[in-house]
């Protein structure tokens, strides 16, 4: 007796997300925490690396303000506005179902006053679709975050390394490295968590403070640059696929060379076109020999060469 063909969930190997597995959510965030399951989380940017982000699996995808510089070609994140993220966060949120979807609130979108931060919240919720948002820093932040959680927003803090801060900070290098500056990231931590962030990111950040200071916290913590301990972590789609090539910091693993399949592809395509190899049968649409033959027959009869004759659609 032949046995009926296995249905594709059946067939799915061991380490494959399921195709129809459920949308991600914020208690599901702390329920993994406490799990101690590792939350996988990546940032995108578009429709295609929002699909890439769901097929693989991440449980997290952040449209971060780091698109300014992997893909606008800025030298820092702070030129990005609230426009252009909703732009790019709206096309993330049309490729992507199960993974939470957070958007970066840009430098100058939050600063001035909690009613603006709640403002631009609103319009990542409302234009764009996304489930939470994210601001950098502790200090004045912890007031808008509570302000936007009040709001009926989820909020993300982002601790350590905050690009958008960068100048004040010295500029892009690991923060916590002295007893008093981790104490700092600690209090900053612990006021993110008490106002009600679901989650906080660490970033750059040495491994050993992160380790001491996790046993302390209840808040889910996404590191970037924080070593092991934490909860989670969070890469740049552009650095850990290898498409980009400015300045990678130390925390980056490429896990592929997209970038340079790239360039062979256009190379290839350049060289085959300007060798005649490019279109050709295979790529290229057909008429009957028939309606061929008229439309010759058309252009000798009416002489069409070079003339202006104004097209008729
Ligand atoms: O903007 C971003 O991509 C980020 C991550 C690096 C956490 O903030």
Redesign the pocket.
Known sequence: MTRPPKDREEQRPADEPPADRMPMTIPRVAEMKKAGDPIVMV?AYDFPSAQVAEESGVDMV?V???AAMVVLGHDA?TPVGMDEMLILTSAVRRGLKAPLLIG?MPFGSYEKSNEEAIENARRFVKEAGVDAV?LERGGPSVDRARAIIRSGIPVIG?VGLT?QTATALGGFKAQGRTAEAAAKLAEETLALQSVGCFTV?F?AIPAKVTEALMPRLEVPVIG?GAGPATDGQ?L?FHDLLGIYEGHQPRFVRRYAEVRREMVDGVRSYTEDVRAGRFPDEEHSYSISPEELEAFRRYLDEEALVGTDTPWDW
């Open positions: 940032t952040l971060g303000d780091t994140t970066d994210k982002h690009p990111v970033e970037i969070v740049v």
